[in-house]
DNA sequence: GATGAATGAGATTTCATTCAT
DNA sequence: TATGAATGAAATCTCATTCAT
């Protein structure tokens, strides 16, 4: 029954216990996910799971903290870049591979349930209020390069991100891919609006 | 000690344990709510409770069936009165009283999670693809009354009602009463932008 | 394998897993007897266990309580009685069976240490700090009556109930029957030399 | 990140773990102290710990036995010296910071749990079968001395032993300075009554 | 209709111990 | 000698659900 002890190092045990657990809570939520299905989907011993992780909670916490500071971390790198004009910047930020790799809707939800309240502050920090603003930089910076004539506040900035965010990236509705296309036709056609843009400035919104 | 049975009529003692289960519900969320405390809260005996309802699941589905008919029903009914303009409507719809009590974004996120999967259903019926379209008809009718002057497509409803919903009521956030007044100007105005309406035509959205 | 299920008056079963316990805490010792063991000797699933008590620990401070107030009443009844004489008392509180049943050293030892430190004052109050006073109130007596010549100090009599108790009643040293005897025997002496009492005017002590 | 391996003489690390473990046996008793705590005092890894000890009974044992070892050598090392007095060995023994060091009573009460049942009979040879008899034997030399008028019986010996060891020096009582000046008077005047000694020929007991 | 005692599967967590390096 | 990652049995506790009354 018992296989082989292996040994490797901490980083990659933590990384893999981190990955299954990643992929569990996603698929079936914090709470209906169990220490137990997490150490046999990464294959260890619950010792194992514990020797690495305080708690359950524990887990979840690190999970967090991990997207938000490759969240931010990646969106200053590209906003720094004087090379890069604003619609090149928000092609990156927007619809880049790069960037799915680091948002995690899923995550996020789990997060801001109430029982999981102490955590919800260090998402409110990354998604809506750190995110949001430095787009809303971004489309200051194409206002200026002439590619926009409105300003866009960093609330409307919020909406929008948070309503594409829900609709589109939450898993918790089941769109058939035209459905999806059109969601994403119009969410481009309602940016070029706000932001004051010639049709199809930002096409690339529509374009996954 | 034991308290005496009281006999209630089966209606308001179901209505009662609902009550109960909803303040529960959305307090703490689905699973962090115990059957027993939706007893103690509703004053009644386990045996009472499993005699309502067949499992803790079924509260749920009950409390959405009942949102869901309750909110269709306002909405329809305000939508199909003939004897109020557009604007009339939305003033309705979106800002008053009467809503308030229907529309339950606690509850809704409750049943979006993946594990009450068998709910969802419901709710894509109702929050994004029932009254937004509703609200798309009501744009249209505003259109035709001269008061806006683009077609809202039912995407953009989705989107938008969606991002407000997230960012102002789900209680994930908690702003200040200036910036909840920002956002609900900045909701005002993208709405009037992307209607194509004159400015402050929708001005009752940021009067709460 | 599972036995029907009996419904008993919750002060009866309460009442039974407080005994089995109390017999598994003596035998084994608090930390080393599990709530397994303790719903197997009394019988009932795990579930039943915690339907009476919060934690492992609340049944322990239940055991205590019930000791500590069973003990206390007993002693009062006994000195409050008009009709007894010093001595009279004395063999009440000392050597008699109903006081067997009260008095409860081996869970004193459990409650005495450090991890179940909140407990400590309760045993505080009963075994030095109630009992004694009470039983050097008797000794007074005894020499208003003219059957001692010293008063007896509350602090002497800690001492030696103490020194008994530890020796005697604590179950951690194995002593022979005969050495029991000579120990009994000598407890009787010192009490007489303290108490300034003829010898064999407690010639009960050493008469199990 | 890791610390750099340490190599010290066997008797040193065996001595600084055994330290380790006796500090955080007193405070918390064998069951609530961790290997982990151990380990972590001590400042080595895991596996150096079961290098030196095969279990953490282990420890214990050899905790045991060391303190037994001292304690014995130092009271015969004390009756043996033929140039003391009865009373100037009682001083020794009794109050002296040498004898501090050595007894070890909340050490005893471990021991004395009957989850280390084996390990008792060391300790009912230590605390009570070996010094009590050795005091009593001083006592015998007092007499003989003409200092006493009686003899202490080596049971008497116990009883006070414990007696005073129970009430003062386990720790389980917050008595104020006061209250323990108190007790230690009467112990001093108990025992004297009881050796037939006049009035403060054992002051120094009273006198911390 | 209503009660609440009883259930038991399963969840989280602890920790003494092992073993590859 | 020394390390610390890995183990897994066992402990405590939760809670939706059942059922005799």
Redesign the interface.
Known sequence: MSTKRVIKHPDVRKLEITRAAEILFR???Y??TSVESIIQKAGIAKGTFYYYFKTKQDILKNLVEQIATNMETYFISVIEDNHLSAIQKLKKLLRSPEKKEKINPSVM?II????NREL?EEL?IIA?KVIAPLLAKVFQQGKKEGVFNNTV?V??M??????????LD?????WSSEQRK??L???Q??TE??AGAKPNTLSFISSE
């Open positions: 698929k079936k939520g709470a209906a939800k801001h349930r109430p029982e919800q409110n809506i506040s609330e409307s919020q909406l929008i991100l948070a309503g594409s965010q829900f609709v939450s898993g918790l509705f089941h059109k969601f036709k119009e969410l056609r309602m609006q706000i």
